[in-house]
Structures are given as structure tokens and as C-alpha cells.
């Protein structure tokens, strides 16, 4: 099994730019999680989905911060217009139905 | 709402010597405990669990007890090496309804000297 597979694993951009960060679950995990780390803030939860459909997105900072999933392979974040203080790490977790989160490399996010 | 509090870094130790780091939560009902380890560049790994009080979670030489009574869940190893030098996460899960993703703590860097 690849794991939780991120992309891109660095982005550097321009303030105003739109950023897309993608994830590919796990195969079978029908939980699917995206996270952001920085050093002030430490890990937030953004946004979560079981079996395709947001659940919460309480985490979600403000209205330039979309996510979807279309389906159960496949997820995006998208920000837009991106502003520096969105530079962080960006995971993307997963778990199957009752069971432990497993991780992405993450993407690293700059923006100038 | 749920909360966790693990001891701040860097922690700096000798190879070999005793680590315990702490971590106390705030939450309702009786949630489920991890600890997870970043090394550098890398995601977050799962350490450790448990998921009810009293539990020992154990792996690769660390070990941390679920104790309620004190809201507590202390990482512990008895010999640590170079290769432990990394960010641990102590994390919990809730127990009540919606509560799917975990809180996590800050991170505590762990940083062991030869």
C-alpha cells in the first residue's frame, strides 16, 4: 500500500494566487481528514469527510478555504486568493471506519 | 471543548538516558488517547493508543498509561537513541457524537545527543 499520497509536496507562490493541494486516501479508508501546521497554531483540523460528504468544516479559517472530495480516491484544498499567512503544512489524513488516521507527507505551502 | 496540553520544547537528552514527556487532556466522556511522532520532512506516524482507562500503550520501546483519575497519558521510554530524536503529539479522540477527528497537542521536540 503507497500510503496517503500528497500533492504537490512543495508550492511556493505569490500572494493572490490560487493554491490546489491534493490527497488520495488510502484505498477502503471512507474517512478522510485535512489538517495545517504551523508552529504558532501547532495542528488544526480543517475540515473532515466520511464516505465523500463534509462532515465538519467548523475548521475551516474563512471563505478563500474550499475543499471537496468528488469521490472515494480523491480530494482537494483549494485557497484563493492565497495571503502569506496561509504558509503552513497541509496534511491530508485518512482511517478506515473505527480505527487509527494515517498520515500524508504533507504539503508544504509558501506563499510570498 | 476537548482539549490537550503536552509539555513544551525542545527536550534535549543523552542517548540513553530516561524520557518521559507530558500530556494532560481536558475532555468529556472517555476518550480514545494516542501518541503520534513526526520525524523531519515526514508526516505525522501513529506511536501508540489506547482507547480506555487504565490501558498501557506500547511500541518500539515507548509506553504511556491511560490514567484517568489524573486525565493524564505520559509518554515514557526507559533508553532513548539518536533515532528518537523527532516532534511526538499526544492526541485524543471523543467520545461523543460528531467528534471524529483527533485534538492534538503542540508537539514536544525531541532532540537526543550522542
Known amino acids: 500500500d503507497a500510503g496517503v499520497i500528497q500533492s504537490p509536496r512543495h508550492e511556493v507562490t505569490e500572494m493572490g494566487q490560487e493554491v490546489t493541494l491534493r490527497c488520495k486516501p488510502i484505498?477502503?479508508?471512507?474517512?478522510l481528514f485535512w489538517y495545517r501546521q504551523t508552529m504558532m497554531r501547532g495542528l488544526e483540523l480543517l475540515i473532515y469527510f466520511n464516505n465523500n460528504v463534509p462532515i465538519d468544516d467548523s475548521g475551516m479559517p474563512e471563505d478563500r478555504f474550499s475543499a471537496k472530495m468528488p469521490n472515494a480516491s480523491f480530494s482537494t484544498l483549494k485557497i484563493q486568493p492565497s495571503e502569506p499567512r496561509d504558509s503552513a503544512v497541509y496534511f491530508c489524513?485518512?482511517?478506515?471506519?473505527?480505527?487509527?488516521?494515517?498520515f500524508g507527507a504533507g504539503s508544504r505551502l509558501t506563499v510570498l | 471543548g476537548d482539549s490537550v496540553t503536552q509539555m513544551e520544547g525542545p527536550v534535549t537528552l543523552s542517548e540513553e538516558a530516561f524520557l518521559t514527556i507530558n500530556c494532560t487532556y481536558t475532555?468529556?466522556?472517555?476518550?480514545?488517547l494516542f501518541w503520534y511522532v513526526q520525524y523531519p520532512g515526514e508526516g505525522l506516524q501513529l506511536l501508540l493508543k489506547a482507547t480506555k482507562a487504565d490501558d498501557k500503550g506500547s511500541n518500539k520501546g515507548f509506553e504511556a498509561t491511560y490514567r484517568k483519575e489524573t486525565t493524564s497519558f505520559h509518554l515514557e521510554k526507559g533508553s532513548v537513541q539518536v533515532s528518537d530524536s523527532a516532534v511526538y503529539f499526544c492526541a485524543l479522540r471523543g467520545s461523543g457524537g460528531g467528534a471524529d477527528g483527533l485534538t492534538f497537542g503542540k508537539g514536544t521536540h525531541l532532540i537526543i545527543q550522542p
Open positions: 484505498s477502503g479508508h471512507n474517512s
Open positions: 475532555a468529556t466522556g472517555y476518550p480514545s
Open positions: 489524513a485518512s482511517r478506515p471506519p473505527a480505527n487509527v488516521l494515517t
